[in-house]
């Protein structure tokens, strides 16, 4: 079955950007029945939806994160990334990758990456 | 923005208890309503879609019923691996989705 595996540094400065990607195994990142996207888990915020991406490259985005967030797609990788620019410690949470499941208005996630601790801190 | 409201927080229950978890919309949702079980240190993973449809290798004990505003989340018997924090997620505001705040539910 399909699998997810989030990457990237588990330490980002205040004020620099966050890069994280997700790669997808048993599974494409072309298929044009999901989406891609990226969640994240703080103990303040609970879970929040970060955004995500169709095969097309066609992305939506939080509004509360639309202005700092870019979500991308390597086809040639079969995996899709996260950047979030300008963090600060409120950026600090789980961050977790997953294939979004679209059955008209329908969505939901299954499955999800393991999730990676980002921490924001000089 | 549509809200949604999961109540109680946490509960306390034994093994064997009926559990429910209900899950408030801030405006109708009809049955754009999703369920997740997150156990500690793991991702959450998908229980009930559509309000009351149960994925695939889930439990029968786990049921989902409500429409429009008000959403339940039904245990019929809970057991010892079903200690964990249950999200509610709503896709009706499609592409904005959401997620209530959690219900954890321990061990009495």
């Known amino acids: 079955q399909v699998q997810l595996q989030e990457s990237g540094p588990g330490l980002v400065k205040p004020s620099e950007t966050l890069s994280l990607s997700c790669s997808v195994s048993n599974g494409s990142v072309s298929s044009g029945s999901y989406y891609w996207t990226w969640i994240r888990q703080s103990p303040g915020k609970g879970l929040e939806w970060i955004g995500y991406?169709?095969?097309?490259?066609?992305?939506n985005y939080n509004p509360s994160l639309k202005s700092r967030v870019t979500i991308s797609l390597d086809v040639s990788k079969n995996q899709f990334s996260l950047k979030l620019r300008s963090v600060t410690a409120a950026d600090t949470a789980v961050y977790f990758c997953?294939?979004?499941?679209?059955?008209?208005?329908?969505?939901?996630?299954?499955?999800w990456g393991q999730g990676t601790l980002v921490t924001v801190s000089s | 923005d549509i809200q949604v409201t999961q109540s109680p927080s946490s509960l306390s229950a034994s093994v064997g208890d009926r559990v429910t978890i209900t899950c408030r919309a801030s405006?109708?949702?009809?049955?754009?309503l999703n369920w997740y079980q997150q156990k500690p240190g793991k991702a959450p993973k998908i229980l009930i879609y559509?309000?009351?449809t149960l994925q695939s290798g889930v439990p029968s004990r786990f049921s989902g019923s409500g429409s429009g505003t008000d959403f339940t989340l039904t245990i019929s018997s809970l057991q010892p691996e079903d200690f964990a924090t249950y999200f509610c997620?709503?896709?009706?505001?499609?592409?904005?989705?959401?997620f209530g705040g959690g219900t954890k539910v321990e061990i009495k």
């Open positions: 997953a294939r979004v499941i679209i059955n008209g208005w329908l969505r939901f996630f299954d499955p």
């Open positions: 997620q709503q896709s009706y505001n499609t592409p904005f989705l959401t």
């Open positions: 559509a309000a009351s």
């Open positions: 405006q109708s949702i009809s049955a754009y």
């Open positions: 991406i169709y095969y097309s490259g066609s992305t």
